[in-house]
């Protein structure tokens, strides 16, 4: 018979058990049981209490080896349940916000070695990627590089901006030709010779496009050779060799904005 709701063991009773083998150790529930289960704790949240408690218990308890191991092991091959998402997405809409000493937690958690991208070097799309996500798609000079800085003194905000007007603020990937909208993450510019000194170099051409920040951009890390020939024929053929306004054309055509 099991004991009633909030029956505490005496330390006799837990002496007594300690070391039992449990009468269900290795058994696994059935799908059906697993559902019934799950439903019968939808809705319902652990108390602030609890959650301390729980916290409390797991503090400064690492995982060895073997059990992250064995933990991996057990969820391979595994689909979760349609009914799954269905909870999640309920979760979700209801739950507490995070509070600040649980980010400061999860911070603490991550910070040097625990972090499982510790010592490791990221991809140059990744590089890209996250410091995109950050700062809205300027990634020009915002990477740390050891062998010092990549861009030259005229590669600034500026010098960019007259390349978009140049161009209409239009992607010019093919098969893109999306027009910028003052609510949306600025162009990125394009170096079509992929050299990222040659805004002040003599001996390489100074030919830059303007493009969609995150995904045109991306791909002209792939097929080089085509995007380079592809971006300077246009150049050459259309625009006359030309891909950026003069400090004087620019400013002309700002007051004739205004």
Not at 56 to 78: C, D, F, I, Y
Not at 235 to 250: A, H, M, Q, S, V
């Amino acid at each position: 018979m099991a004991p009633p709701k909030g029956y505490k063991h005496t330390d006799e009773e837990k002496a007594k058990m300690k070391g039992r083998v449990p009468h269900n150790k290795g058994k696994h529930l059935s799908q059906s049981w697993k559902d019934a289960l799950s439903i019968s704790h939808m809705d319902k949240h652990p108390t602030q209490e609890h959650r301390d408690k729980i916290a409390a218990s797991l503090m400064n308890k690492p995982k060895t080896p073997e059990h992250v191991e064995n933990m991996s092991k057990s969820q391979k091959g595994k689909k979760k349940p349609a009914s799954f998402s269905i909870r999640m997405k309920k979760y979700n809409e209801t739950k507490p916000p995070i509070t600040d000493l649980t980010r400061e937690r999860l911070s603490e958690s991550r910070m040097g070695e625990k972090n499982p991208r510790y010592g490791k070097v990221a991809l140059y799309t990744h590089r890209m990627k996250m410091v995109e996500a950050k700062i809205g798609g300027f990634w020009y000079g915002s990477i740390v590089y050891p062998e010092g800085p990549q861009y030259c003194e005229k590669w600034t905000a500026e010098f960019r901006e007259r390349v978009r007007a140049f161009f209409g603020h239009k992607c010019m990937m093919p098969g893109c030709g999306h027009e910028w909208q003052p609510s949306e993450p600025r162009l990125a510019v394009h170096h079509v010779t992929y050299e990222p000194k040659s805004c002040c170099s003599e001996e390489v051409p100074r030919l830059f496009v303007p493009v969609c920040a995150k995904k045109c951009h991306l791909k002209t890390n792939s097929k080089k050779e085509f995007y380079r020939e592809y971006f300077t024929d246009m150049i050459n053929r259309d625009f006359d060799g030309k891909c950026f306004f003069t400090k004087e054309e620019y400013a002309a055509l700002f007051s004739a904005m205004r």
